[in-house]
């Protein structure tokens, strides 16, 4: 964005705030150096191609975009749908993502493979993501070149597992100009699992959120940036869908609503709401200073006062991390876009070229995801079904133009299309559209001109508006929708995603099963560990034995009293085991009450004695048995039978410090 209207000493202003040093990440800067950098950026032949013919073609078939001609890219069964593993991933890692993804697979694979088997991809071994690969390599590989997308090859939405140090953000920017693309990256299985489990249970189950979008825009005293976006972007992007959405509830909170904790209302169980999008500073860190990784692209708010009033480091009070997003928060089913610095992740290298003023350079140990929109993934109580952020600077010229002012038609028209029920990949055609003219118009006014005699202010805007259209990212998977519906109200006790609800081996919706620890010798009992005190913590269960080990000073015979009546209790209940797995088509309805669930219906049974005999109970469908179920069922008789047995592990090191203390009395 263009700070003063005078040509020779315009200043382009940046987002972004270094959290160590509390000035702007990147200073404002001319047209002049921004024209020199453009100009040093090299250009790769195949790209260059890409774009050009991704440009002729928006401009003959305006309703396609990325997709062939005759396809729907709202129906998976037409468009396809397919996940790209990358080679370097190792054997045992990806047979546990894989599983872990199981259920988000199997969904897609039922959508997708429904009339062509094809039309449903794994990109695996040869197919993966090679080392240093190039985009075109890789449509090589699956018999595609330049052009739309066609799934009879390669299918339309695709998903990228894996880490940007191991598939590098370009590989996803190139691809991105003829495909629908998203990535995911977690550090646990569990993650995996949770996202994937969110995703479909959302549209499974249909899960209906109100129709409710919330624009958050922060307005920062004395800085430019935040004040131009919340006037430019927030305010009419929030008139314009609210006018034309008349089913939709669109609100905007600026400036005195748009503090740290006004966010975290917003995300909270009663008023997070489907869509969010949110402009802000993010925040940026120095390589190897220890918030990067964690904080860098959190989210400014209106806490922060300015550059004029605050100096030096930025506090966390100022803004929202993934750190603030607990389980108090709520964003089960929501579709969020951050528009913030960093808001999706991190390039080891600046993009950033400079020429003749300075050398690129490294920015972070390493390539990496954003913790905040991961977090929003894989919320313990259910995760966002996608984030839109944006990875490296973000850039005013995505909403104001030089020349003409606010430009807001690739966003309107990307959010028009997610309200009007697209996936999101095909919703955000509209900003590779945009990158795609962008390129080949900065490619040809580059090749038709000198330094000496270039236009700078609009070479500049140019190479800016064009990085900025490049670097948005999906994190999650590109073919997921809004959920919503017509209730008036929150339904989100309606269905309740990942939430557990387990208790003496009850469970509705399954979790992800720990591994397996191992068991102790039989000889060998576990250790007894002592407290000092009822608050000492443990990183183990400790069954409530720690409150009466707190109470010794009461006389050593009431303590073992009570040891004995709780070890007795104990293996009393561990006798038998008992798993039931109910189902409800409407959560609201259930309650839990005397051991029992009503308002649910009892599908699946087992019984286990301490002594290994087994009653169970298989359900049926038709007078098949019911596998998706039995199988939800059979990963909670693991679980519990974990649990028993740690249960007795306690007990028997428990029994065992008992015995001690006894001989020692």
């Avoid at 959508?111 to 690969?133: F, I, N, S, V």
């Avoid at 995703?199 to 409710?212: D, G, I």
């Amino acid at each position: 964005m263009v700070k003063n209207s005078s040509p020779v000493d315009q200043e382009m202003i940046f987002n972004g705030i270094n959290g160590e040093t509390g000035s702007y990440d990147l200073e404002p800067q001319t047209p002049q150096i921004i024209a020199s950098v453009a100009r040093g950026v090299p250009v790769d032949p195949d790209h260059r191609t890409d774009v050009a013919i991704r440009r002729d073609l928006d401009a003959a078939q305006e309703d396609h975009y990325g997709l062939r001609d005759g396809l729907d890219p709202k129906e998976l069964s037409q468009a396809g749908w397919g996940v790209i593993f990358p080679k370097e991933m190792p054997e045992k890692e990806l047979a546990g993502v894989k599983d872990a993804l199981k259920p988000l697979l199997d969904h897609r694979r039922e959508q997708a493979a429904r009339e062509k088997e094809h039309y449903y991809k794994e990109c695996l071994g040869d197919g993966a993501y090679q080392p240093k690969q190039s985009k075109g390599e890789f449509l090589a590989f699956h018999g595609r070149g330049p052009g739309p997308a066609d799934p009879e090859k390669l299918p339309y939405y695709l998903l990228i597992v894996g880490d940007p140090q191991v598939v590098p953000y370009s590989f996803q920017y190139q691809l991105d100009v003829q495909y629908a693309v998203g990535r995911i990256h977690f550090e646990s299985l569990e993650d995996y699992y949770r996202y994937a489990v969110s995703v479909v249970e959302a549209e499974k189950h249909n899960y209906a959120l109100p129709r409710q979008a919330v624009f958050f825009g922060a307005a920062n005293q004395d800085d430019r940036a935040t004040q131009l976006s919340a006037k430019e972007l927030v305010t009419p992007l929030s008139n314009y869908l609210s006018k034309k959405h008349d089913t939709w509830k669109v609100q905007s909170t600026l400036e005195s609503k748009a503090y740290k904790a006004d966010l975290g209302k917003l995300l909270s169980k009663d008023q997070a709401p489907a869509l969010l999008f949110t402009a802000s500073h993010g925040m940026s860190f120095p390589s190897g200073d220890p918030r990067q990784l964690p904080h860098q692209g959190a989210l400014l708010c209106q806490d922060w006062p300015g550059p004029k009033e605050h100096k030096g480091r930025i506090p966390e009070d100022f803004y929202f991390s993934a750190d603030d997003l607990t389980e108090e928060n709520n964003v089960l089913g929501m579709l969020a876009f951050l528009f913030a610095c960093y808001g999706a992740g991190t390039p080891q290298m600046d993009d950033f070229y400079r020429k003749a003023y300075m050398e690129r350079k490294d920015i972070a140990p390493h390539a990496f995801l954003s913790r905040l929109p991961q977090r929003m993934l894989t919320h313990p109580k259910g995760g966002a079904l996608a984030v839109i952020g944006h990875v490296e600077r973000a850039w005013g010229y995505s909403f104001f133009w030089q020349g003409v002012g606010q430009d807001l038609v690739t966003f309107e028209s990307t959010l028009d299309r997610l309200m009007d029920g697209h996936p999101l990949g095909s919703a955000l055609e509209y900003f590779n559209s945009r990158y795609a003219e962008l390129a080949s118009d900065l490619t040809s006014e580059l090749d038709e001109t000198t330094e000496e005699h270039q236009n700078a202010v609009k070479i500049a805007g140019m190479w800016t508006a064009s990085n900025d259209a490049r670097n948005y990212m999906v994190m999650g998977d590109p073919a997921v929708r809004l959920m919503v519906g017509d209730a008036a109200n929150d339904q989100r006790e309606k269905t309740a995603i990942i939430e557990i609800l387990s208790q003496n081996g009850h469970q509705v919706i399954p979790q992800k099963p720990e591994e397996p620890k191992a068991a102790l010798p039989a000889d060998e009992p576990a250790p007894v560990e002592t407290a000092s005190g009822a608050d000492q913590p443990t990183g183990e269960e400790d069954y409530g034995l720690l409150d009466i080990g707190a109470n010794i000073g009461g006389g050593v015979k009431k303590f073992v009293d009570k040891l004995g009546d709780f070890l007795s209790n104990a293996l009393e209940n561990a006798a038998s085991l008992e798993v039931k797995t109910y189902v409800s088509d409407n959560m609201a309805d259930v309650k839990y009450e005397s051991g029992q669930f009503t308002g649910a219906n009892l599908r699946a049974l087992t019984r286990i004695k301490i002594d290994g005999d087994t009653d169970i109970c298989v359900p049926e469908v038709d007078g098949e048995i019911d596998t998706d179920l039995w199988q939800v069922h059979i990963d909670m008789v693991k679980q519990a039978q974990e649990s028993r047995t740690e249960l007795l592990k306690t007990v028997v090191s428990a029994a065992s410090g008992l015995a001690g203390l006894l001989k020692g009395g």
